[in-house]
């Protein structure tokens, strides 16, 4: 199967500018999470989509949010760019079975949006 | 709240040596304890879960329920060890979103 993959890879915005980051799951996974990773903060959770759904929703201001689409497809926007979200934009599906529960989430490689 | 609090940054020990990176947990349920590892310019990937009981790549972490702990440890350390490591914990009673730890670098020094 094919991994989780991201696009674009890099990004460089000015302040102020609004940026739309997509991620593709592995086949079968309805499951997305995005993460806003930074060498100060580490590994922090954005918002997770389930089956068009969001499920879960991390400590972010409203400049971020997102969207699934029928094909598990998942859109990240940041409208009004700040220098503080300069930070890798780490995507990850999984695979819900029927009845919930866990398993293991793949991560793609990310998107490292710079706004200067 | 649910926290999870991986209390080293950075953690440098000598090849051969044996390794022990700390996670502490916050939850007042039974939690669920994974520990993923991230090597550099790969991924970001599942290295266990307490479930398993397994060990992975000579990796073993116990997850203590008095100490509320899940610390990851290996007996030799080896320089291919060198990654950041993050200790999530998932919350059964918040729809299995994973809470993660800041992360440790460990850096093995030949």
């Known amino acids: 199967k094919a991994g989780v993959t991201q696009t674009p890879r890099y990004l460089i915005k000015t302040r102020g500018q609004q940026v739309t980051l997509s991620c593709s799951p592995i086949s079968g996974h309805r499951s997305v999470s995005w993460y806003q990773q930074t060498p100060g903060q580490g590994l922090q959770f954005l918002f997770e989509y389930f089956s068009e759904t969001q499920r879960n929703k991390g400590n972010f201001p409203g400049r971020f949010s997102g ?9 990240m926007n940041v409208s009004t760019l700040e220098l503080g979200d300069s930070a890798l934009y780490l995507c990850a599906s999984s695979f819900i079975p029927t009845g919930g529960g866990y398993n293991e989430q793949f991560f793609g490689p990310g998107t490292r949006l710079t706004v200067l | 709240a649910q926290r999870v609090t991986q209390p080293e940054k950075l953690l440098s020990v000598f090849k051969g040596a044996p390794v022990e990176l700390k996670c502490n947990y916050s939850y007042s349920g039974s939690p669920e304890l994974f520990w993923y590892v991230q090597y550099s310019r790969q991924r970001l ?3 266990l879960r307490h479930i398993s009981r397994e060990s992975i790549k000579g990796f073993t972490a116990d997850l203590n329920k008095g100490e509320t702990s899940f610390h990851l440890k290996k ?12 200790c999530a914990l998932r919350a059964l009673d918040s729809n299995y979103q994973l809470i993660w730890g800041a992360g440790t670098k460990l850096i093995i020094k030949p």
């Open chain 2, 75 to 86: 007996p030799f350390a080896q320089e291919e060890d060198s990654a950041m490591y993050y």
């Open chain 1, 67 to 75: 969207r699934q689409f029928s094909n598990s497809r998942s859109e």
């Open chain 2, 45 to 47: 990937q599942l290295l």
